[in-house]
């Protein structure tokens, strides 16, 4: 099965510039997760989606980030306006159905920010 | 609030030796999911083994294993038999089994494994 797509890979933008990321996670998959990875650390949670609804976006910066995720399939990240720091890997992930199993999160290749 | 500690931040092991990754979390809660992920340079992050808390057999995965102590809330990763495609950053996880299926990452070890 296809894994999780994100565009784009790589994206420099200048501070106070709008930036926005495009993620389709595996079909089927209910759950989809935004993680922020800044470099040297962990990813750290930015929002959960179960289908079209928003399950946790505590760790959100909501004046600048916002996040939405149309028929519970894509979703789209967006920044305005992006600070410096901002720069990092944001990471989108999914998994089945959080309760199953076999819970599992399946991430896709990241998108590298870099604001100047 | 759960956290997860990895206290190594780099580790070396020479190729074909076995090489243990450690991990200690902390939790209020009973039931819950421990993960190592393997993130290669290239920046996929990939699912190495899962551990589910309530069980207490330790995972093993071919030439990765874990050894799951609940009491101590340790987690650690051996690997065996490294090979150079191991060299990456791996990363502890844990994610409550209720609420918010978040993964809560530490920081991650960079393993580098020599010829």
């Known amino acids: 099965e296809a894994g999780v797509a994100q565009s784009p890979r790589y994206k420099i933008i200048e501070k106070r510039q709008s930036v926005a990321f495009w993620c389709n996670p595996i079909?089927?998959?209910?759950?989809l997760y935004w993680y922020q990875q800044i470099l040297g650390q962990g990813p750290k949670l930015l929002i959960q989606f179960q289908n079209n609804g928003v399950v946790d976006d505590s760790q959100l910066p909501k004046d600048r980030f916002s996040a939405e995720r149309l028929k519970g399939v894509d979703s789209t990240l967006k920044i305005q306006p992006a600070k410096l720091e901002d720069s990092a890997v944001y990471l989108c992930?999914?998994?089945?159905?959080?309760?199953?199993?076999?819970?599992?999160?399946?991430f896709g290749p990241g998108t590298r920010l870099l604001v100047l | 609030a759960q956290t997860v500690t990895q206290s190594q931040p780099e580790m070396s092991v020479q190729e074909a030796e076995t090489v243990t990754l450690s991990c200690t979390y902390d939790t209020s809660e009973s039931n819950y999911y421990l993960f190592w992920y393997k993130q290669p340079p290239s920046r996929q992050m990939i699912l190495v083994i899962r551990q589910e808390a309530y069980k207490q057999q330790n995972a093993t995965e071919n030439r990765f294993s874990v050894n799951f102590q609940k009491a101590a809330k340790s987690f650690s990763l051996k690997i065996s038999d490294s090979q150079l495609g191991d060299t990456a950053m791996y990363f502890c996880?844990?994610?409550?089994?209720?609420?918010?299926?978040?993964?809560?990452f530490g920081k991650g070890t960079k393993l580098t494994v020599n010829p």
């Open positions: 996880a844990f994610m409550n089994q209720g609420g918010s299926e978040k993964l809560v």
């Open positions: 992930a999914s998994n089945r159905e959080p309760r199953a199993e076999e819970e599992t999160q399946y």
């Open positions: 079909s089927g998959h209910a759950t």
